[in-house]
Structure formats: structure tokens, C-alpha cells
């Protein structure tokens, strides 16, 4: 069986966002980028499914500007075999990148897409579920625990009430929680030996998609700032302001 | 405009997500609702009465009884046909259906909103609530999930919708329901609880933790959250993690105990009414959205606390 693991290329998620002065989005230069940590999740799952002797290929694909190449080289120093990059300099909606990931699909006849379950820049949580619709296949979404069980797979999710376990006919889509894995890290050498694993190029027009955006973003504002509070001396001044919200007797 | 909100249930009432998720619907248009499950009859009555509603279609059908996106998006798609927007509450069920809804439509989903600016424009959180983005749709129809935290709950009685079955479209065969471990919590449900009492990393495990936080949230009848580091080291279950990837809460007091306040949890509670912070480090980040700070051991200043509420 083939896996792919879509990956993007995000803020870092210990970077605290900025917004630019002008309201037109988040400033991004000169901002250290990462893959996506649900993305990392995701190829790490692929990597252990092969390690497990589940999958043969893992390719790993990412939709976004050159750069996006340096990610798909840590997928593959993770230990994916082949990485696709489809080209985009404007930015691509969720609906656009699963229109691609189908367009690879039909190419590649993965039995498994594992993407991660949000990204931390949009925050959308959508793509997997969308390939999953277009493509007409089961979906196993936010994944803590993912076993292959013959021409099926068994996902455990996780979900407000706790957890659910739902069976998916393969091929079948799933996007990773937190609690799926904890990622590895790429060794030196396996970072010099991704250097020449393959790296195909291409762009959304080859895979017949429109990226033209269905939401334009008219402004993007700082949140409310919280002003900062008093400190107490001690836990009876604490009980006290407690007592006059009327929460303590 | 007309809109169709999708019911969460448990096949005798309405969860309080789906609330505020009318409410969200409402400032857009008519609110029809669509309850979709087996033996959903009495959940279907309950939704009727839901304040401002007009029909409530009812799909009664095995194959929604566990609400698997792969049966229920077909259903919820064919009847978009006659809306011009719909709404899901941002619940973990919600985030699952919306977007194979959205995909089917060829729609864009805007996600988790905020406020409604406009018939197409909506207020919805990036990077972790740290920016808030302004968009405008250019689909014909809107898929929408709503955050229950931006807006006030519709009133569960008032209402006079007329429930009609719909007939369902069965089992898309491609998947099943196993089983699941619900857990039993007597406390209030955290992104209900007016008060909510969370952990982080510091309570050292499992035990520690129901030793210190539990006592002090049932004095407060609160609820009991926790950081995801408190849920990676298994002090307690998935569905107790609040922030950017957890619950989105915003109770009247949040009471953080022993977390470090990182961009990701602070995504999770930060328009909670009033914050209070007990960390030792006083230049933890948390002091800086806490209305009240105690900096000092949690490990004698929460028994204390307890014992003298
Ligand atoms: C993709 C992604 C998603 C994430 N999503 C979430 C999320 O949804 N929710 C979430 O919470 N986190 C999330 N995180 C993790 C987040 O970045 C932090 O790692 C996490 O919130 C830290 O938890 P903590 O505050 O309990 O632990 P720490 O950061 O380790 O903080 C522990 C705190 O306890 C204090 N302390 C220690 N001992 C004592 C004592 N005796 N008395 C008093 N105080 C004490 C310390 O001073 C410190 O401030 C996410 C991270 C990533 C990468």
C-alpha cells in the first residue's frame, strides 16, 4: 500500500503571531516557518505503518510556494521516499488544495491520505474531509490511534465526549490529532540522504484546478487585548475577591 | 435568507452548541433545523421548540445513528438545495460533517465564526486567535461553522416549528461505528460551565490531579479543564484539553492552576470573563491575561484555597 502525507509549511508554532500594520494579514518575514505539527503527526504515522510493514511508499506533497520544498525535505529526512510540490505563490483555499491532493490521487492510488487535522496558521480544519467527499472515500478524522485491519482501517478519534472508534473501508482518508504519535527527528544523515530523494515540481493548472480564492479576506485585526490584572498577597485576599463575585460564601 | 442549521443531539435534546449556532443563523435569515438520527423523535420535538425556529426536518434513519460524515453529508447536501446558508455548530461532530457538506457543494466552508458582518461577510479567528480575519464569501451558498462562544444561546422554549420527516439517503457503505468511551462526568460540561477549574503540567499525574483540582472545582461546582501537556501525560482524558485544538470555552471565571499560559492554550480561554492564575513563576505568561494573579506553590496554596471556600 502507498501513503501520502500532505504537508504545509506554517508559522512556526512557537512564534507569536503578528499582525501587519496595514490589516492585511500576518506578518511572515523574517518569521522562523515549520511544517505544520499536525502534518508531523501525520508523516510520522506513515513512516510507522511502513516501518510496520503496512505501506511500501510514502509520498509526501505539499501545495504552496517554493519554499514549501524545505518542508517536503523534512518529510523526507523523516523518512518519506518521494515528495510532489505543487507550485503556488498566491495563497490556495482548502477546497483548492483537496482538488489537487484528488488530482494526485487518481495518479498515485494511495491506499491511505494522512493529513493533519488543522493548520495552525488558518486554522480551517477542512482539506482532509473534502478530499474525502470529493473522492467519495470514508474519513477517519482526528485521529489518536489508526490500525490497518485487512481492507479496512480502524481509527479511534478523538471527540468532545472523549473518544470514538469508527471502521473505514481502505481507501480511506485520515487526519491526525496530537495524541496519534510523538514525531521523530530527522538525523544528520538522514538529512543528507533526503537531499537526494526525488522531488517532482508541478502546479495546480496541471491537475486542472482553479485556485482563484472563494473568500477574500477583507481585513485582519489584532484580537481584543485583555488588560493585565492585580496580583493577590495571598489565598485570604483571593477568597475575598471571590466572595465579592459571589462566588464563595 | 434561509438557512438550515444542523442539530447535535442525543436523541432527547438539543446540545448547547447547536444554541448558539441558531442564533448565529438567525441574524442571516429564516432558521429551518435538521435533526438526523434513529429514535430522534423526542430530540426533533425538543428542537421545535427552540426559540425563532421554523420547520425542523427530521431524518430518521439507522444510518445516522452515530452521525458518521460519510452517510450524513449526502443527506444534508441534497437538502441545501433549498438554502441559502448552512450552519454547524464548531463542535468536534460538527468540524467533522461541515466540510464533506461543503466539498459535495463545491463551497468554500468558512469556519468557526465569530459574527456575522454581513449576508456573506463573517468574523472568524487565525493563528490561534491571534489575529481575527474579516472574509466575504463568493459562493452561493454559505457552509458555515459557528463558535458557541461568540454568541448567546437561543432560548429553548418560545418556539412553534413544525416537524416533517425527510427520507433519508441510507448507508453510503463506506464506513462503520465501532464503539465508543463516552466519558461519565458528573460535573458540569466544560463549554457550558459558568465556572471552570483547569490543571497544567505542573500537578506531577493523575492522582495528584484529582487530589488537588477535583476538591476545589466541586467547591466551586465548577467544571475541570486541563493544558495539553496535563492531557499528553495522561492526568486526565482528551476531551478535559482546552485551547487552540481542545475545547474553545469562555466560562465567568476560569481558573488556571499550574499552566504556563502558551499561545495555544490562551487560544482555548481567553475571553473568559475573569481570569485567575495560580503559578509559582511570576513571569509566567498567563499573569498576562489574568484579572487575578497568586504567585506561589499550588501545592499548598490550592488545599488552602479549598479549605477556606
Ligand atoms: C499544534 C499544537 C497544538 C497545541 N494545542 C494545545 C491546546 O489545545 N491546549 C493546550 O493547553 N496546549 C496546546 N499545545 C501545547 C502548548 O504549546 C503548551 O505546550 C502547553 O499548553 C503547556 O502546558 P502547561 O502550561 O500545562 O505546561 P508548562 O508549559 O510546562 O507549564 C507548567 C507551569 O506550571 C508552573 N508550575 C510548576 N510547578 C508549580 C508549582 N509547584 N506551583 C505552581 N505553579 C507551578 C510553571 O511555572 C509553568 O508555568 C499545543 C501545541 C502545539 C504544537
Redesign the interface.
Given at each position: 500500500m502507498k501513503i501520502l502525507v500532505p504537508v504545509k509549511r506554517v508559522?512556526d508554532?512557537n512564534v507569536?503571531?503578528?499582525?501587519k500594520a496595514d490589516g492585511t494579514?500576518?506578518d511572515l518575514s523574517n518569521v522562523k516557518m515549520s511544517m505544520n505539527p499536525?502534518d508531523e503527526i501525520a508523516v510520522e504515522e506513515a513512516i510507522r505503518l511502513k516501518e510496520a510493514g503496512k505501506a511500501e511508499e510514502i509520498v509526501a506533497i505539499s501545495v504552496g510556494p517554493a519554499k514549501a520544498q524545505e518542508t517536503l525535505r523534512t518529510a523526507l529526512a523523516m523518512g518519506a521516499d518521494r515528495a510532489i510540490l505543487v507550485e503556488s505563490d498566491a495563497e490556495v483555499?482548502?477546497?483548492a488544495v483537496?482538488k489537487i491532493l484528488k488530482g494526485i490521487v487518481a495518479e498515485e492510488n494511495p491506499g491511505l491520505v494522512i493529513l493533519g487535522?488543522?493548520a495552525?496558521?488558518?486554522?480551517?480544519?477542512?482539506?482532509?474531509?473534502?478530499?474525502?467527499?470529493?473522492l467519495?472515500?470514508?474519513?477517519?478524522?482526528?485521529a489518536?490511534k489508526v490500525e490497518i485491519d485487512g481492507d479496512a482501517v480502524?481509527v479511534t478519534?478523538?471527540?468532545?465526549?472523549?473518544?470514538?472508534?469508527?471502521?473505514?473501508?481502505l481507501p480511506a482518508i485520515v487526519t491526525t490529532?496530537?495524541?496519534l504519535n510523538e514525531p521523530r527527528y530527522a538525523s544528520l544523515p538522514n538529512i543528507m540522504k533526503a537531499k537526494k530523494k526525488p522531488l517532482d515540481t508541478k502546479g495546480p493548472a496541471d491537475y486542472g484546478v482553479d485556485i482563484a480564492?472563494?473568500?477574500?479576506?477583507?481585513?485582519?485585526?489584532?484580537?481584543a487585548v485583555?488588560q493585565?490584572?492585580?496580583?493577590?498577597p495571598?489565598?485570604?485576599t483571593?477568597?475575598n475577591?471571590?466572595k465579592d463575585?459571589g462566588?464563595?460564601? | 435568507m434561509k438557512t438550515l442549521v444542523w442539530v447535535e443531539h442525543d436523541n432527547a435534546s438539543v446540545k448547547d452548541a447547536t444554541l448558539s449556532a441558531v442564533t448565529a443563523a438567525a441574524k442571516l435569515g429564516d432558521v429551518d433545523l435538521l435533526v438526523a438520527g434513529q429514535g430522534a423523535a423526542a430530540a426533533a420535538d425538543a428542537a421545535a421548540q427552540i426559540a425563532g425556529v421554523g420547520k425542523v426536518l427530521l431524518a430518521d434513519d439507522a444510518a445516522y445513528a452515530?452521525a458518521?460524515?460519510?452517510n450524513v453529508?449526502p443527506l444534508i447536501a441534497g437538502l441545501a438545495e433549498g438554502y441559502d446558508a448552512v450552519l454547524f455548530p464548531a463542535?468536534?461532530?460538527g468540524?467533522?460533517?461541515?466540510?464533506?457538506?461543503?466539498?459535495?457543494l463545491?463551497?468554500?466552508?468558512?469556519?468557526?465564526i465569530l459574527s456575522v458582518e454581513g449576508p456573506k461577510?463573517f468574523t472568524r479567528?487565525?493563528?490561534?486567535?491571534?489575529?481575527?480575519?474579516?472574509?466575504?464569501?463568493?459562493?452561493a451558498k454559505l457552509v458555515i461553522t459557528v463558535r458557541g462562544t461568540a454568541f448567546e444561546k437561543a432560548a429553548t422554549s418560545g418556539g412553534s416549528g413544525t416537524v416533517e420527516a425527510v427520507s433519508g439517503t441510507g448507508d453510503?457503505?463506506?464506513?462503520?461505528?465501532?464503539?465508543?468511551?463516552?466519558?461519565k462526568n458528573e460535573r458540569p460540561e466544560l463549554?457550558s460551565a459558568k465556572?471552570i477549574v483547569s490543571g497544567g503540567r505542573a500537578l506531577k499525574d493523575g492522582d495528584t490531579f484529582q487530589q488537588l483540582i477535583f476538591p476545589l472545582a466541586d467547591?466551586?461546582h465548577a467544571a475541570v479543564g486541563a493544558s495539553?501537556a496535563a492531557?499528553?501525560a495522561g492526568y486526565v482524558?482528551?476531551?478535559y484539553q482546552v485551547g487552540?485544538?481542545g475545547?474553545i470555552v469562555a466560562p465567568?471565571?476560569y481558573i488556571a492552576v499550574g499552566i504556563s499560559g502558551a499561545?495555544?492554550h490562551l487560544a482555548g480561554m481567553?475571553d473568559s470573563k475573569?481570569?485567575?492564575a495560580i503559578n509559582k513563576d511570576?513571569d509566567a505568561p498567563i499573569?498576562?491575561?489574568?484579572?487575578?494573579?497568586?504567585?506561589?506553590d499550588l501545592f499548598t496554596?490550592v488545599p488552602?484555597?479549598t479549605s477556606?471556600?
Open positions: 508559522i508554532y507569536k503571531p503578528r499582525v494579514g500576518v499536525f483555499e482548502p477546497l483537496a487535522k488543522q495552525i496558521d488558518d486554522d480551517s480544519n477542512q482539506t482532509g474531509q473534502m478530499l474525502a467527499a470529493l467519495g472515500r470514508p474519513q477517519g478524522t482526528f489518536s480502524s478519534r478523538e471527540v468532545d465526549g472523549g473518544l470514538e472508534t469508527v471502521k473505514l473501508t490529532d496530537l495524541r480564492p472563494r473568500l477574500k479576506t477583507l481585513k485582519v485585526a489584532e484580537p485583555r493585565a490584572g492585580i496580583k493577590v495571598d489565598v485570604d483571593l477568597v475577591k471571590l463575585m462566588i464563595a460564601n | 452515530n458518521l460524515a460519510e453529508a463542535t468536534t461532530t468540524k467533522n460533517v461541515a466540510p464533506r457538506v461543503a466539498a459535495l463545491d463551497v468554500m466552508q468558512i469556519s468557526d461577510t479567528p487565525i493563528y490561534a486567535g491571534n489575529a481575527i480575519a474579516t472574509v466575504e464569501s463568493s459562493d453510503a457503505g463506506l464506513s462503520s461505528f465501532v464503539g465508543a468511551e463516552l466519558a463549554t465556572i467547591k466551586l495539553r492531557v499528553d482524558p482528551n476531551d487552540q485544538t475545547k465567568e471565571i499561545i495555544q481567553k475573569t481570569i485567575i511570576e499573569f498576562q491575561v489574568a484579572d487575578i494573579g497568586l504567585v506561589g496554596v488552602e484555597l477556606k471556600l
